[in-house]
């Protein structure tokens, strides 16, 4: 049997293994294959990218120069933009791109392309997992609709299709590619089994589910689930600002319960690939049945409105000194999405530098994660010395609280600050030139 074969190869770990796409999903899990002693290609039409690794430099945070090298010398990992090798490949993670278009739809377009690249090599004995977070029936109704228009094989008998979620976290040490539990849901249930069998090869645990729309929905509950409380949190942040009470001082006081309640904290608005991303996907499936996804809606509205929130309580705390946001310096600390990696990602510091230029503020940032900001509306450096940009501004809006910046020098040098992300937790409580979100 077809399905019999690929596991003795899988369990013998004889397997090929290609993965399609090599970012912060992608190359991450090609190194964790390596690592467990399978055969890696990464496939990716970046050749810059592809160059890279094969010199043995990675461009990901997550994935160390050493690991790679190592991989490299042994000959259990390479690189390339040749799809051509796919014909040797046994067994292929999609990890590319989901990001949404201006207009909040889904962009399907990197699925589109992964799956008629790979469509001509297609072939029996083949296993192919799709990573990149999608809405429900993605899998079945377009990447299994896309290999098999021009082929007679069928799925989980002559090839096996699944898909499973990533669950990457970016600067992350304690739960990685590796340990981080990983769900998989096959279009068959044959389809399921080598899918699970792969994975366990390399993974310390694999969650099978029955279909593989179950493991796409149980990624959107995931992370729906976490944009939710973020923007419930982030308007309890502006409901306490009406009534004069700290807002981090209530979560605070509310994670001290030992059951019931999860801390979640509010900041400038969402960023990163999955959070503000992901939900809209199911918002977006449930309107082609005429059903409203009401709390990503509503949650998606309260988001969107965080950083006109945050100029706001800047343009606010600049009159107090009476100053007006137009014409004044503005100082960004932090641009990247979370804090201590360089990940921009949906990161809500470019709708704030945005807003605060068309106010006419004069804004520029520091972070020490990230030298160059390229956007359609600007494009900006960090400054190289934080004390001399923090003694020059106006004012100083923390919106990323990397652990590498020196808060008390901001506090000592700055004018004024508004703190978006309770950097300045006990200094703040001393301090009238601090306003906290």
């Not at 094969?54 to 690991?67: C, F, K, L, M, W």
């Not at 278009?101 to 790979?118: G, Y």
């Not at 796409?216 to 729906?224: A, D, G, I, Q, R």
């Not at 600002?241 to 309640?261: H, N, S, Y």
Request: charged letters at 25%.
């Amino acid at each position: 049997m077809v399905k019999d074969d690929l596991l003795d190869l899988i369990h013998k770990k004889r397997a090929n293994i290609g993965v399609l796409g090599l970012g912060y999903v992608g190359l991450p899990l090609a190194v964790t294959f390596a690592n467990a002693g399978f055969n890696v290609t990464g496939i990716d039409p970046n050749r810059e990218k592809v160059e890279m690794i094969n010199r043995g430099e990675s461009y990901i945070q997550d994935v160390p120069n050493a690991q790679l090298r190592k991989h490299l010398e042994r000959g259990l990992l390479r690189a390339t933009n040749d799809y051509d090798v796919l014909k040797e490949i046994d067994a292929v993670s999609i990890c590319v791109p989901t990001p949404l278009r201006k207009t909040r739809d889904p962009d399907m377009s990197f699925i589109v392309d992964a799956s008629n690249t790979l469509a001509p090599y297609l072939h029996r004995g083949m296993i192919i997992v799709l990573e990149s977070s999608t809405y429900p029936g993605t899998t079945r109704e377009l990447v299994l609709s896309t290999l098999t228009k021009n082929s007679d094989l069928k799925v989980g008998e002559d090839f096996f299709l699944a898909f499973s979620p990533e669950r990457v976290d970016p600067g992350r040490t304690d739960w990685t590619t590796y340990n981080t539990p990983k769900v998989i849901g096959g279009i068959t249930p044959n389809c399921t089994e080598v899918g699970t069998a792969w994975y366990s090869m390399a993974l310390e645990t694999v969650v099978p589910v029955s279909t593989s729309e179950v493991a796409e929905m149980t990624k959107l509950l995931e992370n729906t689930f976490r944009m939710v409380n973020i923007s419930m949190v982030n308007e309890l942040a502006q409901m306490c600002d009406r009534l004069g009470i700290d807002v981090w001082e209530v979560v605070d006081a509310a994670a001290t319960k030992p059951f019931g309640f999860m801390k979640f904290t509010p900041g400038p608005g969402m960023g990163g690939h999955c959070i503000p991303v992901d939900p809209l996907y199911l918002s977006w499936k449930m309107k082609t049945i005429n059903y409203t996804a009401r709390f990503i809606e509503l949650a998606s509205e309260i988001d969107s409105n965080m950083p006109r929130y945050v100029v706001g309580k800047i343009q606010d705390a600049l009159n107090r000194y009476k100053k007006p946001l137009n014409g004044s310096k503005v100082l960004i600390l932090g641009v990247a999405y979370k804090p201590n990696i360089s990940d921009i990602r949906e990161s809500p510091a470019f709708d704030i530098i945005h807003l605060l230029q068309e106010k006419g503020a004069e804004v520029s940032y520091y972070d020490p994660y990230v030298p160059e900001l390229n956007h359609e509306f600007f494009h900006l450096f960090s400054e190289k010395d934080l004390a001399s940009a923090v003694e020059k501004a106006d004012c100083v809006a923390i919106i990323t609280n990397h652990s590498k910046v020196d808060y008390a020098m901001v506090h000592e040098k700055a004018a004024l600050i508004f703190d978006a992300r309770n950097a300045l937790k006990d200094i703040a409580k001393k301090s009238s030139k601090v306003v906290k979100l």
